[in-house]
């Protein structure tokens, strides 16, 4: 089972899935290769900065590292167990990370060390999407929004109580979410 998939350009994309698959395609979809990634755990979201810089999260807190394009994945450490949902680069070296429990870890040197975000949501956030460095929104049970890059979240009014799954930022004023 296949969880998220990420474009990254015409012709590169990685998806993500249960017992830590990973697979990559390099011809636009046509053909789809294994990659290892040194875990059994599952795997719910996957973000590349550029073809070769990626990240992968999921269950127990896992995060994984590439720089070679997926060839190798490196376990970092995330500081907590709960289930990791969704990932997304905030520019050239910061990333955001959103789970369980309310879980938002932020990173600043390309994934390789994360630091909580929040400390005032409990509900389960299932994306997140950036426009820029600074201007986000992560969406679950609630959707919280950023303008300063992560460091303080607010909520915003929903049309429904519906579960958010997934969100695009179109620009700093403009989202796309579904659920």
Do not use: H, Y
């Not at 997926?70 to 905030?90: C, D, I, K, P, Y």
């Not at 879980?103 to 997140?128: C, P, T, Y």
């Amino acid at each position: 089972m296949l969880n998220c998939v990420a474009q990254i350009d015409s012709l590169n994309a990685t998806a993500v899935g249960s017992s830590g698959n990973i697979i990559r395609s390099s011809d636009g979809g046509v053909t789809w290769l294994k990659q290892t990634s040194g875990t059994n755990l599952w795997l719910e979201g996957v973000s590349f900065r550029t073809p070769s810089a990626g990240l992968v999260v999921g269950d127990s807190g896992i995060i994984l590292r590439s720089e070679d394009g997926g060839a190798t994945w490196v376990r970092q450490e995330s500081g907590t167990s709960e289930r990791l949902m969704s990932v997304a680069f905030r520019g050239d070296s910061s990333a955001t990370a959103v789970g369980d429990q309310g879980v938002i870890l932020g990173s600043n040197d390309g994934g390789r060390s994360w630091a909580l975000q929040n400390e005032e949501n409990d509900v389960l956030l299932n994306g997140v999407s950036f426009f820029d460095e600074k201007n986000g929104l992560a969406v679950g049970w609630k959707i919280l929004e950023t303008t300063n890059g992560g460091l303080e979240w607010k909520e915003q009014e929903q049309p429904a109580q519906w579960v958010q799954r997934s969100v695009l930022c179109m620009d700093p004023d403009n989202a796309i979410v579904v659920g």
